[in-house]
């Protein structure tokens, strides 16, 4: 009985070791826009690397309920006057992506005279196939 113990643990703790990243690949489009990007989603650490077609990247910690997945960026530009928030939401049954960006002024001064501007995206990934690697 321990023997059978022992190995039931066993693989309980191999199993939940075997968890890997998902890849995706995105497509999403805005009223004026396309974007492709990618999408490497780590359950197990809540991690998220997200990079963009032109190569640049960004890594963020993920929320991971039942069907969605939820990760964002916020970036300070010109100088630290503008923040850009990029939010993103990926439907887990259905592959559905969006992604709402949201332009704004730091500070407070500008707010009341410069409204935020938003680009909404919506769009579809695919699961990437992985070949099993040496490393």
Known sequence: MRRFLLASMLLLVEESGLASP???ECK???ANEKQTFSVAL???SHKVTHTHENGTAFNADG??????IKYKTVDLLDGGNVTMTRQYEIDRTTLAVVHTLVAEPTAEQFRAKIPPVKNLYRGICTVVK???RKI
């Not at 929320?63 to 969605?68: G, L, N, P, Y």
């Open 22 to 24: 998902v890849y995706l």
């Open 28 to 30: 999403a489009a805005s």
């Open 42 to 44: 780590d359950e197990e």
């Open 63 to 68: 929320f991971f309920s039942i069907d969605k």
């Open 130 to 132: 992985v070949p099993k």
